[in-house]
Each structure stands twice: as structure tokens, then as C-alpha cells.
């Protein structure tokens, strides 16, 4: 049982680039979440899915595009990266089930530098 | 806009002393508070969470102390060890929310041997 997985684990692109980074689980979640971290600013959701084929916009969800193809899957692109795009991205799931108390379990992260 | 205030942004204590972290909400729909625990280089994971109908959570040497009234919940650490050195988040979501939530800016616990 692998949990939540990242790949790549560490990317370096030039602005203008685009890039999917994939984020996979076998816990048979229904939620997905993408997040950002950033020093001095915590964890920020960039977008969501609450099920196979649906996503939602987060808190910064500009310059990032998503997909939900297979429930074990969620995508992140980046259509043309910006220097402001460097961070550590994390990836997490949850059961799905209502009531909003769920745990989240995190991916490793991916470690994105825009030069 | 920052739903979640967390303080200290670092906190050095000594091995066998408690660490203390804060947060407060804004807002009041908010009935569920967790706290994660990240490790360097690694994804955060649940540490303890506490829902608004109890002041205090205890799991071993944690303790979440909640304070409803003044919208703020704390992390207690008891005889913190070396191995509890790393970034503390707190968090908040209300019910329904499809789960969304909302981290503090992180602490940096560094307990010296």
C-alpha cells in the first residue's frame, strides 16, 4: 500500500515551459487536493476534486490547470510557468465521506524551481 | 486572506520542556481543528484534532487545548524530544465544506538535546 505518490519528485523549468505533475493513490479515495507550500505562508489549496471527473478551484488557483480522469489520479499542469510558480507542491487525499473532518493524507511532495 | 493566524513562527525548546503553539480562527463556522506534523523533506501528517464541543484532546504527550470563546486552540507538547523537531500546521474546516482545509503558516519546533 503506497498511500499517496508524486511524481516527479524534483523538476527544474525555464519560464514559459508547461508541465503536468502527477499525483497517484491506491487507498481508493474519493477527494484529491493540490497544494502549494510556500515559506511563511503554510499550506495554500490550489484546486480539488471530490470525485472521478469533477474539479474545484482553491484558494490560488490561477496559472494551474487540473484533471480527474481515473479516481486514483489527479493531474496539475502548469501551462506556461513563472518564476512565482517555484514552490514545493503537495499532493493529498480523503475518504470523501460528508461531515468535513477528515483526514488528509499527503504525498512525499514535488519540489518545482522556475529560473 | 489568512483565516488562520499561528504563532510563534519558531520555537527552540529544550529536550524534556513543553512546547507551546497557537492559532486563532475568525470564523466561527469553522468546527473542526487539526494539527499536522511535517517532517523535513516529507508531506504533513495528522498529529490530533479536536472538535469545538470539548475544551481539551489528549493523545500521549499531545494535547490540543480549545478555547471557544476566544476563537483560538493551542498545541501542547509534553516532555518534548529531539524527534519532535519539525513544522507544527494547524488547520480549520467546517462541516459540509467538501473538506477544504484552511493551515495556519507552520512552526518551526527545533527541541535541543
Known amino acids: 500500500n503506497a498511500g499517496v505518490t508524486q511524481t516527479p519528485k524534483f523538476r527544474v523549468l525555464k519560464t514559459g515551459q508547461s508541465m503536468t505533475l502527477l499525483c497517484a493513490q491506491d487507498?481508493?479515495?474519493?477527494?484529491m487536493y493540490w497544494y502549494r507550500q510556500d515559506p511563511g505562508m503554510g499550506l495554500r489549496l490550489i484546486h480539488y476534486?471530490?470525485?472521478?471527473?469533477?474539479?474545484a478551484k482553491g484558494e490560488v488557483p490561477d496559472g494551474y490547470n487540473v484533471s480527474r480522469l481515473k479516481k486514483q489520479n489527479f493531474l496539475l499542469g502548469l501551462e506556461s510557468a513563472a518564476p512565482s510558480q517555484t514552490s514545493v507542491y503537495f499532493c493529498?487525499?480523503?475518504?470523501?465521506?460528508?461531515?468535513?473532518?477528515?483526514?488528509?493524507?499527503f504525498g512525499p511532495g514535488t519540489r518545482l524551481l522556475v529560473l | 486572506q489568512q483565516q488562520v493566524k499561528q504563532s510563534p513562527q519558531s520555537l527552540i525548546v529544550q529536550k524534556g520542556g513543553i512546547s507551546i503553539i497557537n492559532c486563532a480562527y475568525e470564523?466561527?463556522?469553522?468546527?473542526?481543528f487539526p494539527w499536522y506534523q511535517q517532517f523535513p523533506g516529507k508531506g504533513p501528517a495528522l498529529l490530533i484534532a479536536?472538535?469545538?464541543?470539548?475544551s481539551e484532546k489528549k493523545e500521549g504527550r499531545f494535547t490540543i487545548s480549545f478555547n471557544k470563546s476566544a476563537k483560538q486552540f493551542s498545541l501542547h507538547i509534553m516532555d518534548s524530544q529531539p524527534g519532535d523537531s519539525a513544522t507544527y500546521f494547524c488547520?480549520?474546516?467546517?462541516?459540509?465544506?467538501?473538506?477544504?482545509?484552511?493551515f495556519g503558516t507552520g512552526t518551526l519546533l527545533a527541541v535541543q538535546p
Open positions: 493529498a487525499s480523503s475518504l470523501g465521506l460528508a461531515g468535513g473532518s477528515e483526514t488528509q493524507y
Open positions: 487507498m481508493n479515495h474519493e477527494y
Open positions: 476534486s471530490v470525485g472521478e471527473g469533477t474539479t
Open positions: 470564523n466561527t463556522a469553522f468546527d473542526y
Open positions: 479536536i472538535r469545538p464541543d470539548v
Open positions: 488547520a480549520a474546516n467546517r462541516s459540509g465544506a467538501t473538506n477544504k482545509l484552511i
